[in-house]
T-cell receptor
Framework: AQSVAQPEDQVNVAEGNPLTVKCTYS??????LFWYVQYPNRGLQFLLK??????LVKGSYGFEAEFNKSQTSFHLKKPSALVSDSALYFC?????????????FGSGTRLQVQP | DTAVSQTPKYLVTQMGNDKSIKCEQN?????MYWYKQDSKKFLKIMFS???????INETVPNRFSPKSPDKAHLNLHINSLELGDSAVYFC?????????????FGPGTRLTVT
């Protein structure tokens, strides 16, 4: 089975401060991990993914995420938040040992960046 | 030059009706998906097609029937609509269906059943 948890419904941060959006996962084998962002009334947009290799993954709009196998985490980070980063963020996982399966998405974390 | 498009954007209908949502992608992808996002923003896969072949069929009532006439199109037909079908439905596409590829999402279709 595969599952993903985003423990925070909302994260508030001041503009210019660093931000972290948390994600933990559970898989039987090795994971593919993704972050997507959803702006109001829009579809999801891909930010970054971890497939293999370097644990630190860099993505769009200055975001990065660190894969931590021992803690089964894949937290999303950005050194300096912008008001325009305010959106809904989804973490997603797929267990690569499970054959052709769909992504499982987390419940989403709303990021609010205050000016 | 929209990558993944859906029609209609909004759909308001009464219980018991039958409706369809259309999806088209111009990215040359070979895999397409339907997702349902409920009022709490929880996103769940419904179906996935790879080269017109159904590869993922999650636990969805058989009132929902996807159809893929070609690799660029994936339509969703819903029979006997119920109040609980009210949600936003997203179409997505990707290159390959093995799970490592990122997906590109359409703008969504907001279905309201009254």
């Amino acid at each position: 089975a595969q599952s993903v948890a985003q423990p925070e419904d909302q994260v508030n941060v001041a503009e210019g401060n660093p931000l972290t959006v948390k994600c933990t996962y559970s898989v039987s084998g090795n994971p593919y991990l993704f972050w997507y962002v959803q702006y109001p009334n829009r579809g999801l947009q891909f930010l970054l993914k971890y497939i293999t290799g370097d644990n630190l993954v860099k993505g769009s709009y200055g975001f990065e995420a660190e894969f931590n196998k021992s803690q089964t985490s894949f937290h999303l980070k950005k050194p300096s938040a912008l008001v325009s980063d305010s959106a809904l963020y989804f973490c997603a996982v797929r267990d690569i040992s499970m054959g052709r399966r769909a992504l499982t998405f987390g419940s989403g974390t709303r990021l609010q960046v205050q000016p | 030059d929209t990558a993944v498009s859906q029609t209609p954007k909004y759909l308001v209908t009464q219980m018991g009706n039958d409706k369809s949502i259309k999806c088209e992608q111009n990215l040359g992808h070979d895999t397409m998906y339907w997702y349902k996002q409920d009022s709490k923003k929880f996103l769940k896969i419904m179906f996935s097609y790879n080269n017109k072949e159904l590869i993922i069929n999650e636990t969805v009532p058989n009132r929902f029937s996807p159809k893929s006439p070609d690799k660029a199109h994936l339509n969703l037909h819903i029979n006997s609509l119920e109040l609980g079908d009210s949600a936003v439905y997203f179409c997505a596409s990707s290159h390959g269906g093995q799970g490592a590829e990122e997906q590109y999402f359409g703008p969504g279709t907001r279905l309201t059943v009254t």
